[in-house]
């Protein structure tokens, strides 16, 4: 047997986490902040905002002609989901950036084999589908204070404004590309903000003073999961960022 300690993945931001004295765990394979030790990130998330390292969340990319079959049998939606929509499913999110290409993010977001009843079921003929959760850095902005905070950084402050629930776009945030995902959770909207892993610590640092000059606090993955996770009474379709 091996002495080496078991390997972890890391995100972008794990040397800033490490340099703020974040408190370190591990989540399935991966060795990401806990808590930054406030007591309140969780009431600051729900008075202010609070902002979180979700690089954890896997992302699928679907890329094909029937997607909306995919989406039928694999999620089990009935109604079709539209361009530029996103929908809270079991295991997670479906976004559909184009006609032919969606992002499924969730912790069942993997490649199924065909006999594996536990998993997303393989895409009909025609459909191509690729783990793109490597490549990503995710940004998750929570509270009432998050689209003041996205605005500061968007590419087109204007485009946040009209930001419905369920909602995704593909903009600018700090003169990056990213893809961005809009919930409501109870009454709070919740922010996915996805950008490629080289540009994370660029675009995460240049949220934090934003978050700060709000009044707001970086967080960890406890804050994310105790904010996101709906209450007993709510069904649990509206679970969503809880791996």
């Not at 409501?184 to 675009?203: D, E, K, Q, S």
């Amino acid at each position: 047997m091996s002495d080496r300690p078991r390997p972890y993945r890391v995100s972008a931001l794990h040397a800033f986490h490490l340099a703020n004295d974040a408190i370190m765990g591990e989540i399935a394979e991966w060795r990401i902040a806990r808590r930054y030790g406030e007591e309140g990130s969780v009431t600051v998330a729900a008075t202010a905002c609070a902002m979180v390292d979700i690089s954890p969340i896997p992302t699928l990319e679907i890329l094909g002609p029937n997607l909306d079959s995919w989406i039928a049998s694999s999620l089990g939606l009935r109604d079709p989901i539209a361009v530029g929509e996103t929908r809270q499913v079991a295991d997670g999110a479906i976004a559909r950036l184009r006609a032919d290409r969606a992002w499924k993010r969730g912790p069942h977001a993997v490649i199924a084999e065909p006999d594996d009843p536990d998993v997303d079921g393989p895409p009909p003929k025609g459909l191509r589908v690729a783990d793109c959760s490597h490549g990503l850095t995710g940004i998750g902005l929570l509270g009432p204070g998050a689209p003041e905070v996205l605005s500061m950084r968007a590419m087109s402050p204007s485009s946040v404004g009209w930001f419905p629930d369920g909602t995704v776009i593909q903009t600018g945030v700090a003169g990056v590309p990213a893809v961005i995902l809009e919930f409501t959770i109870a009454r709070r909207p919740v922010y996915h903000v996805l950008v490629a892993r080289h540009h994370g610590l660029y675009v995460w640092e240049q949220f934090v003073p934003a978050v700060r000059r709000l009044g707001g606090a970086i967080a960890g993955w406890d804050t994310w999961c105790a904010s996101v996770t709906p209450p007993p009474s709510q069904p649990a379709q509206t679970r969503t960022g809880d791996i």
